[in-house]
């Protein structure tokens, strides 16, 4: 439980750094040996939460105590019980069955670590195929997706290759 806990906290002490020196301008890109280590960092954290019981999991990382998620739509505590209620309390989770668990539980740290190996995993599937995993999902699906230069205001549809000028509200200036 210790070395899980120890694990998750690393993961979200390294994204609030890297988000903390993203804002002040001091990031440095990731490389994808980097990206790659990283990916093994985590499915060794997910082997150790897929070790521990679910009663374990529950203890360590508690369900946060969100209650409107009907009104708002969303998961919350009584969405992750109803999950929990369906599976063995006492046994291991399983490595396999972590990553399903862990999208559908509602932790702060437990969602942190998740989106970031799905970033992760998505960078590496992007230096393989050239695309992320969502733009691929995106265009088996035929959803729309843009690219956005901020600097030159430019929208570029990535289907059609449409080009737009982005609009800034009239009402709107800038300060300095």
């Given at each position: ?42 499915d060794f954290i997910f082997s150790i939460l897929g070790g521990m019981t679910l009663r ?14 009907a009104k708002w739509e969303c998961k919350d505590y009584f969405f992750t019980m109803d ?31 998740c989106i970031k190996y799905i970033d992760v995993m998505s960078e590496i599937y992007r ?50």
């Open positions: 439980m210790r070395i899980g806990l120890s694990g998750v906290k690393y993961v979200c002490s390294s994204c609030r750094i890297t988000r903390s020196n993203e804002l002040l301008g001091i990031d440095e890109p990731e490389t994808l040996e980097f990206k790659t280590d990283y990916q093994q960092l985590l374990n999991l529950v203890i360590t990382f508690p369900i946060k105590k969100d209650f409107d998620g999950v929990l209620s369906k599976m063995e309390w006492d046994k291991p989770i399983g490595r396999d069955n972590i990553f399903d668990l862990l999208w559908d539980y509602v932790n702060d740290d437990l969602r942190e670590i230096s393989q195929t050239g695309k992320g995993i969502a733009e691929q999902f995106c265009e088996e699906n035929n959803i729309g997706t843009y690219a956005v230069n901020r600097e030159t205001g430019i929208i570029k549809n990535n289907q059609t290759g449409d080009v737009t000028k982005l609009n800034k509200a009239s009402y709107l200036k800038i300060m300095k």
